[in-house]
């Protein structure tokens, strides 16, 4: 922000706002991490901690939600002010779903463990992973620096983890076909991937708000998509 | 009330705005008073049915050229327009133009309510009566109910018309001053900050009224609360240092103005 306000204690409470969504960013990224770490290495207690650090992102988001309510009350904000407030409404809801995506694939941890989950498929996962929270790690910085160039490129880049991901959804199935002993595994590997998949969705959603609040604009047309699972068939020809 | 007849009403009027011609054209307007200069070279169109809003911080010259669509600043001493202003295809300060008639065409309601002192009735058939619009006594008594009416003041008063108008409250004697400048059938109504003196309850009256008056008149608001310019209006106009920064529609005005100084002014910025 080039100015500040004539009520410093404006300043201060939109400087609260941002400084609440880059913690809850913090911790949302921090509580994928784990819960797919203790995926790969079947650690129920990292998995459990996933699953109370939810509690604190939720309040968070309820915390931030007050705080914006009352400064739009107070503060009647106009052009980037209310942009800007608006933005950090958004941004906290989507975080709010990655900790619950986070907190949904900690849950699983339990469901496969002791089946030991095939080293070429945590591989997969973990590789998807590892491109959601760059991804999220990314718009976080973004939104540190407010840059709508950036905010852009991101969007763009969903792309590759919706390919990995429908990559990921086929040799879950192929695992399925082969022993049905591998089902309820590879079930709960693919709601794993769908929530990881969804991350990314949610980081993409926070690269267009981003782009909102600092150009007024929204981003047009459809964001470009290469999730082509939802139209794979069971049974491969 | 039908709802969907009002959203349609409220359509119909914004199409209108939109095909609309301009009302007043104001081209190249510069204000002088004595040697300082107030205006600078100001191009500013007010279209027909729509409520315009002038803002910007005090001295920015909004009052100014207001003033100038109905000449009001012919009252003043030393100061002197240039430049073209014209309301449909009159030029304003043509030498033949008749300024009680122009000001009977272009009203005007300013900041503090200024009820003549007389009573109710009186307040609103002066004008009437001068100008010659009504023939006889019911005419005059159905421009006054009619006026009243649209001033949204007529049931409040209707029991006490021959009391005296200053014995209103702020907000009745503001709307009685509105009435009073509808009562001469005007075409434009300009309001120079008509609820800075009013409480947030009679400023919500107003603001009624002057959305309801939208459908036949044209409005020129100036206000220093920015909410209330985003409240009322469709189009707002901001000015800084006796210059026209930008007009724009009022939603985009208030998200996201386009100019720079807008933005610090309406957000509560240092520049």
């Not at chain 1, 958004?90 to 975080?95: E, K, N, Q, V």
């Not at chain 1, 769908?194 to 459809?222: C, F, P, V």
């Amino acid at each position: 922000m080039a100015s500040t306000h004539i009520l410093s204690a404006y300043d201060d409470e939109l400087k609260y706002l941002s400084r609440r969504i880059s913690e809850m960013g913090g911790l949302a990224e921090q509580m994928c991490g784990d819960a797919v770490r203790a995926l790969v290495n079947s650690d129920s207690a990292l998995a459990q901690k996933v699953i109370s650090d939810d509690v604190i992102l939720d309040h968070a988001e309820r915390e931030i939600q007050d705080k914006a309510i009352v400064t739009i009350a107070r503060r009647q904000p106009m052009a980037a002010d209310l942009r800007e407030i608006v933005g950090t409404l958004r941004i906290g809801a989507d975080l709010e779903r990655v900790g619950d995506l986070g907190k949904n694939t900690a849950k699983r941890v339990i469901a496969v463990q002791g089946t030991g989950v095939p080293r070429k498929l945590a591989r997969g996962i973990e590789h998807l992973s590892d491109l959601a929270l760059v991804q999220l790690k990314e718009v976080l910085d973004v939104y540190a620096s407010r840059s709508a160039e950036k905010a852009e490129a991101i969007r763009i880049r969903d792309e590759e983890i919706d390919a990995m991901y429908t990559s990921l959804f086929r040799e879950l199935l192929t695992y399925m076909m082969e022993d049905p002993r591998n089902i309820t595994t590879c079930t709960h590997l693919l709601f794993c991937a769908k929530n990881i998949e969804r991350i990314g969705d949610h980081a993409t959603n926070i690269a267009e708000t981003i782009y909102y609040m600092t150009t007024g604009a929204q981003l047009e047309g459809e964001r470009p998509k290469d999730d082509t699972s939802n139209t794979l068939g069971a049974i491969t020809e | 009330m039908n709802m969907m007849s009002e959203a349609a009403v409220e359509k119909a009027l914004d199409q209108k705005m939109n095909d609309a011609s301009y009302k007043m054209i104001g081209k190249d307007v510069s204000v002088y008073y004595g040697e300082k200069r107030a205006l600078f070279d100001v191009n500013l169109n007010v279209r027909e049915n729509t409520v315009t809003a002038l803002i910007g911080p005090s001295g920015c010259g909004k009052s100014t050229f207001l003033r100038c669509l109905n000449r009001m600043n012919d009252t003043i001493e030393n100061c002197r327009v240039t430049g073209r202003i014209t309301l449909d295809t009159d030029d304003i300060y043509d030498q033949n133009i008749d300024v009680v008639e122009l000001r009977a065409r272009v009203g005007m309601v300013f900041q503090k309510p200024n009820p003549f002192p007389k009573s109710i009735y009186e307040n609103i058939s002066y004008g009437p009566r001068i100008h010659g619009l009504a023939r006889n006594k019911a005419d005059m008594d159905q421009i006054v109910e009619a006026s009243l009416q649209r001033a949204g003041l007529w049931t409040e008063v209707k029991d006490r018309l021959h009391e005296s108008g200053t014995g209103l409250s702020g907000g009745q004697q503001q709307r009685l001053c509105i009435a009073r400048a509808v009562a001469v059938s005007p075409e434009v109504i300009l309001m120079d900050e008509p609820c800075s003196a009013l409480d947030p309850i009679a400023t919500a009256k107003v603001e009624e009224l002057i959305h309801e008056l939208r459908a036949n008149y044209t409005i020129v608001i100036v206000t220093h609360s920015m909410q209330q310019a985003a409240r009322v209006s469709q189009r707002t106009a901001m000015f800084h240092l006796g210059q026209l920064v930008e007009e724009n529609d009022t939603d985009k005005m208030f998200t996201n103005p386009d100019d720079q100084r807008t933005q610090d002014y309406i957000m509560g910025r240092f520049g």
